[in-house]
């Protein structure tokens, strides 16, 4: 017999398997035709049709009861084993209905682990405390892969994803960019700095697929320039530290304290990244996703913005 046709007999005789495990766990036909609320007379002709249609006897009388051959038994627990998955299952798909328990899957960029998303997690456990999360960090590239793998329910970026008709978005912030420059540096003691004056700088940047780099790229390419990179990172933080140790400078967000031996220095004219929450705009998302990302829209806007596709 092929794969193909034990497929279709497992899928056939999957309402006797719950029998042959309630079977195995009471030891009796009686008790397990009571346990899954059926007549003993029908619990007796499942076992029977079964046993007919995997060609080997099941179940052997016991005395008062009856015990499971060879066969049942590995029949059976392979039975229990497919009845706890699809428990566990249903478990998830009715936690998933409530929106007052469930399971978030949630993307974002490794700055924003700093303060917007445990500020904003923080916040929706005080209503939903019974809400899991998995957290997900890595480039935006990263990031947008894995929404339209379904390997995550929603991301936060920067910028939102446009012209993708596969994803849908909503804006929820801005940050202010900067320029990151070692103290000693010619630029430091400036009160602001226009982006040509970039050009010949050894710049520190994060790799390309991070949505940072790609916003950097753009304003040295409308400057005029191609910037000199002297390191590229994955994390701003570590960029931050190879300004520091005097290795070049950086355009980063402005996110708090300055770190010793660094100067922040805003760009002329201002520039800014939106960061938006995105998500599958074809998959229905289920209530507790949809009340998270509901909760981060009015967290930073006071209201829910007009979805961007």
């Known amino acids: 017999m092929d794969e193909s046709a034990d497929d279709r007999l497992a899928a056939t005789l999957a309402p006797a398997l719950a029998l042959l495990a309630a079977v195995a766990e009471t030891g009796h036909v009686t008790r397990a035709a009571e346990l899954l609320g059926i007549p003993q007379p029908t619990a007796s002709t499942r076992l029977a049709a079964l046993a007919g249609a995997v060609g080997a006897p099941l179940v052997i009388p016991a ?89 995550i329910d929603l991301v936060f970026v920067a910028p939102l994803p446009e012209g993708d008709p596969a994803l849908a978005g909503r804006a929820l912030t801005e940050q202010e960019l900067v320029l990151s420059a070692p103290r000693a540096h010619r630029l430091a003691g400036r009160s602001r700095v226009r982006a040509a004056e970039l050009a010949g700088e050894e710049q520190i940047m994060l790799e390309h697929g991070y949505g940072l780099r790609q916003i950097v790229d753009d304003l040295c390419a409308e400057a005029g320039f191609e910037p000199r990179i002297a390191f590229e990172g994955q994390e701003s933080e570590t960029v931050r530290g190879l300004v520091a140790a005097g290795l070049g400078v950086a355009v980063l967000p402005s996110t708090g304290p300055v770190p010793p031996g660094v100067v922040e220095i805003p760009l002329s004219p201002p520039v800014y990244r939106t960061i938006g929450v995105t998500w599958r705009a074809d998959d229905p998302l289920t209530p507790v996703v949809r009340a998270f990302r509901d909760h981060a829209c009015a967290a930073h806007t006071g209201r829910g913005p007009r979805p961007r596709q």
Do not use: Y
């Open 63 to 151: 005395g008062r009861g009856i015990r499971l051959t060879s066969a049942g038994r590995t029949l059976a627990a392979s039975a229990a084993r497919a009845l706890a998955t699809v428990a566990a299952g249903v478990r998830e798909v009715r936690e998933e209905a409530d929106p007052g328990s469930g399971h978030v899957r949630l993307g974002f960029l490794h700055l924003l682990g700093r303060s917007l998303v445990p500020g904003l997690i923080r916040r929706f456990r005080r209503r939903h405390p019974r809400v899991r999360f998995t957290l997900v960090q890595g480039s935006r590239q990263d990031m947008l892969h894995g929404l339209r793998e379904g390997e």
